[in-house]
């Protein structure tokens, strides 16, 4: 919109939503630069105006909006100025927040002067009008346009080359490594002087696409854990980050140069049992997205899809016997889960299975300041065949508001001590058994 229409169409809103003369002018007359902008060898100037706004640092604001707009409109950049016409409170404030980035890279620019008007409105309040003048000198604004040319050339460069390089690479087998390229290019030309940002990261997003819809990952079983081959377009998959979960446990590997990476779980499910789930671990690419790419980073979220699953073998089974503390229950529920979730069945008895006896007792100690003090004691007793394992835990302490607050927190924490345990017994079970 030229300067001289804008500051008419400004008049007339003023005049029309004010209903009558100013309340208050911070001048007698409006200066002539808010309908002649002024010119000079040394600066460039440039005039923004706002109306009709209910507060005076809104419209402030709003009008240094516009004239950042004019001013990153003349160094290149390309920002959409508000619409006087539907001037919502929406819009004036959704439009903003897109100046933010103008005065990253227009540090230069300087307010000039001033000039505001209020009017009351038909509603009895407060409208104000608000015009701005900024500076920008012309050997400081002509070299910004020259780096923002460059800038902006340069990524469009690297944005070719990702988009060149990025499906050989990744077609050769060197998966990962392609997903580096395309990452390293996002952040390279995600930055304020590059007009063409958005363009570039939509081109690196469909770039992403081409990498993470074909790239299919298969799971079996390998000894006591899994075994991840992953593939890119019927070829090995280098570089791939897999994670492997089964309940509470998860373990991560890369992909060797043959796209096969081993999740090592002996340690962690007794008696190779279980379901896996193994998916690639997108965290560490999520990190390294740009801000504001957030179509990139739904993309590679799009890498989850290609979870798969597999049971490393039948269930152990396993009796469990409480032989003493039956108010521990809370203790002996976690017990559950956390075993249940490593891949142990909890049955009845059945004559040769493991049984796993497990004792609880729980004491509630004195109050301390507003809260009680609770401790819990556990021993576990496995018994298979000719083997045989203890343990004896050492105390737990819990707090609450409450005795039975205090009591329900100490056999939680005893109930992951105990499954702890019982973990390890199980595997020095499932040791003894392969030697």
């Not at 939503?17 to 002018?25: K, N, P, T, V, Y």
């Not at 990952?217 to 791939?240: C, I, M, N, P, Q």
């Not at 401790?375 to 045989?388: D, P, V």
Request: hydrophobic share 40%; glycine share 10%.
């Amino acid at each position: 919109m030229k300067r001289w229409a804008l500051a008419l169409a400004g008049a007339l809103v003023v005049g029309a939503c004010g209903g009558g003369a100013a309340l208050e002018r911070s001048a007698p007359e409006r200066p002539v630069w808010v309908e002649l902008t002024p010119a000079a060898r040394e600066s460039l100037y440039f005039v923004g105006i706002c109306t009709d706004l209910p507060t005076y640092q809104e419209a402030l604001r709003c009008a240094r909006g516009e004239a950042m707009t004019d001013v990153a409109a003349w160094v290149g950049a390309r920002f959409s100025s508000y619409v006087y016409d539907q001037a919502t409170e929406e819009s004036r404030s959704a439009g903003s927040v897109m100046y933010l980035d103008a005065d990253v890279f227009l540090a230069d620019v300087r307010r000039s002067d001033t000039y505001h008007e209020v009017q009351q409105t038909d509603y009895g309040t407060r409208s104000y009008y608000v015009s701005v003048l900024v500076a920008y000198p012309r050997d400081a604004a002509e070299l910004e346009k020259a780096r923002i040319e460059e800038t902006t050339v340069r990524a469009e460069r690297l944005v070719e080359q990702a988009v060149e390089r990025v499906p050989g690479v990744a077609g050769e087998g060197r998966w990962g490594a392609a997903m580096e390229v395309l990452l390293a290019t996002a952040g390279e030309v995600a930055v304020s002087r590059n007009l063409r940002r958005a363009g570039h990261a939509a081109r690196l997003t469909n770039l992403a696409e081409a990498l993470v819809t074909p790239l299919q990952l298969d799971a079996s079983t390998e000894d006591r854990g899994v075994e991840v081959r992953a593939s890119y377009k019927g070829v090995t998959a280098a570089g791939v980050p897999v994670q492997c979960i089964a309940g509470s446990v998860q373990v991560t590997a890369v992909t060797d140069d043959e796209g096969r990476a081993v999740c090592e779980l002996a340690a962690s499910l007794p008696g190779g049992t279980g379901r896996v789930i193994a998916r690639p671990e997108i965290m560490g690419y999520l990190d390294s997205v740009p801000p504001g790419a957030s179509e990139l980073a739904n993309t590679l979220g799009k890498l989850l899809d290609r979870a798969v699953e597999v049971e490393l073998s039948e269930p152990l089974d396993l009796e469990l016997v409480l032989s003493g503390g039956r108010d521990c229950e809370p203790a002996i529920q976690v017990l559950r889960e956390r075993l249940g979730g490593a891949g142990v069945r909890m049955i009845g008895f059945v004559k040769g299975v493991p049984s796993l006896e497990v004792s609880c007792e729980v004491g509630v100690g004195s109050r301390s300041g507003g809260l009680y003090t609770a401790t819990a004691r556990g021993t576990l007793a496995l018994k298979a065949a000719e083997h045989r394992g203890a343990d004896v835990l050492a105390p737990v302490n819990g707090l609450g508001a409450s005795v039975s607050a205090a009591r329900e927190d100490a056999l939680l924490k005893l109930g992951n001590e105990l499954a702890v345990s019982a973990l390890k017994l199980l595997g020095d079970l499932d040791d003894q058994g392969e030697n």
